[in-house]
DNA sequence: AGCATCTATGTCGTATCCCGACATAGTGGC
DNA sequence: GCCACTATGTCGGGATACGACATAGATGCT
């Protein structure tokens, strides 16, 4: 194999997008605090609601840990700060007592939607940024 | 403001965008880690080579923080660490006693080579999954 | 030249969050 | 009824970023 082919000018470029990626981080880390959320809460919030069409009555611990790609003592932890801050609410799943199905409360249903408000329109205004960047790749 | 005409559809696509991107950064965190590094020891080796053509004796602790977008005292303890494991070398920056320069060492530059060469690859096999969901924004 | 101010780097204690290992309870096949 | 598997939960430890503070050199003004 050879890795020897790379230059200046990709390094340059995977460079700025990770700097690219970790502005958006920023801003959304920002945004996120903004409302009192912690970046990996307003995470597991969206990914709550992101599977709300498939699973409408909210999601299980191990599903969220998957989702967020992280392991399930860690999403445990986060959905009781999550339930501590009255944003989660954990429901018995009426049809397999192993599970505890964590839905979203009014109050972070409010805090989500103009979070992803101001991420569309970040994104949005990203855009041309990193399809220039996809485009030397 | 509106902020109300946020769809369930939004939802799931905020949400796969952001799935795409923690799994480029657990890719990324995977391949760092099978050369003994940590991925933000390899974005500060990236950030150096990737300014290679602007400043090609190396960049300063306090560039290196912006580039990564931390606090000037998180980058140099990470260029600490990286000075221990022999990846980098501080020099002073003769024309301003103030600086240090840090440079990649050849071991590192070896590593990131490989790396780098990975991250192309994995980019572009990302590229038609992040288009269709910049597609949709 | 002397002095105030700003910039760059470095030190130290603290806080957060994730992880590995382990524990408990429910499920489903046989 | 038993056993392997799955889902959730507990606990101690570790890595890393941060805020506050400290030091040294640079810069500009008089």
């Known amino acids: 194999m050879q890795t020897e082919d790379i230059t ?32 990996r809460q307003h995470q597991a919030l969206l990914a709550i609601k992101g599977a709300a069409r498939t ?17 399930h003592n860690s999403a445990v932890e986060l ?18 007592g192993r599970r505890s199905l964590v839905a979203v409360t009014d109050q972070a249903e409010r805090l989500l939607r103009g979070l992803s408000a101001a991420h569309m329109q970040e ?3 990203l855009r041309p940024r990193l399809l220039a960047l996809l485009d030397v790749l």
Chains 1, 2 share one sequence.
């Open 8 to 39: 200046d000018a990709d390094y340059a470029t995977l460079a700025a997008f990770r700097l690219a990626l970790r502005q958006f981080a920023a801003f959304s880390e920002a945004a996120a605090k903004a409302v009192g959320l912690t970046p």
């Open 55 to 71: 699973s409408p009555g909210g999601l299980g611990v191990g599903e969220i840990a998957r989702a967020l790609l992280i392991r």
């Open 79 to 96: 959905v009781d700060r999550l339930a501590d801050a009255g944003l989660v609410r954990r429901q018995p799943d009426p049809s397999d």
């Open 123 to 125: 994104l949005r205004a």
